[in-house]
Structures are given as C-alpha cells and as structure tokens.
C-alpha cells in the first residue's frame, strides 16, 4: 500500500535527479567541444593571419571580423616594434605571397564519419563523397 507509493515515488525522484544529472553533464561537454571548438579556429586564424585574408569565403562573419580586428592590432605592433625602423622599400616586400607563412596542407587529418555525405575538397574540383567508415584526409587549414 502505503510503503510501496512512497518507495515508488521515491525511486522516481532519484531517477529524476539522475536524468537532470547526466543531462546536465551531456550539456557541459557539449559546452566544451564548442568553446573548444571555438578556441581552435580562433588559433588557426591567428597563426596564419595573413595567409586567411585569401579565405574570408569559407569564414563566419564573426571570424571574418576577428581576423581583421587581430590583423590591425598585429600591424600596429609591428609598425611599433619593428617596420618604423625599417627603409619603407624594405617592408613593403613583407606582403609578398613568398613571405607569408601558410599551413602545411600536406599533414593527415583523422576523423571517423557517421553517415554519409558531400564534402567539398577546396583545390579540387568538385566534390566527393565520403562514406561512414574511418577515413584519413588532408587538412585544408591547421
């Protein structure tokens, strides 16, 4: 009677509290990968600020933003610290394509793909498809 509607609705109010839990800890790893995330493109845009002038197409409006915002604040202190010093014949030759650091697009990305789908390979043309199995390819940007 009595007993077994208590023992029931206390057994519920653990299992709820479980579910909250566990749904709160599925919410602050799901957090993580996105700070994370987040954190790791920002860093691609900062090692190769001035090679991803040329990729604004492929960046969010807020990374297209940051980038420009980081690149201004990399000039000033570069005029500041260095490019003032400098004959202006001299820094000028700074921008050539040769002189810009880009990432080495010939290193090994891993990644497992769950279902099937397009994926564009910029460089190449068209796109291919890429199947769900554990697949190796080539980063576009590190």
Do not use: W
Request: glycine fraction near 6%; charged fraction near 30%.
């Amino acid at each position: 009677g009595a007993g077994g509607a208590a023992a029931a609705g206390a057994l519920s109010g653990e299992l709820a509290s479980l579910v909250a839990q566990m749904t709160k800890m599925d919410l602050d790893r799901t957090r993580f990968m996105m700070v994370d995330l987040a954190r790791t493109r920002m860093a691609k845009i900062e090692n190769h600020a001035l090679y991803n002038r040329t990729l604004l197409d492929r960046m969010t409006e807020e990374e297209t933003m940051y980038l420009r915002q980081y690149g201004e604040l990399l000039e000033k202190h570069y005029q500041r610290t260095a490019l003032s010093h400098l004959p202006k014949e001299a820094y000028k030759k700074l921008d050539d394509p040769e002189m810009i650091d880009t990432p080495d697009l010939e290193r090994f990305v891993f990644c497992r793909v769950l279902e099937t789908c397009q994926m564009d390979v910029s460089g190449k043309d068209g796109a291919i498809q890429v199947l769900n199995a554990d697949l190796e390819e080539e980063e576009e940007e590190e």
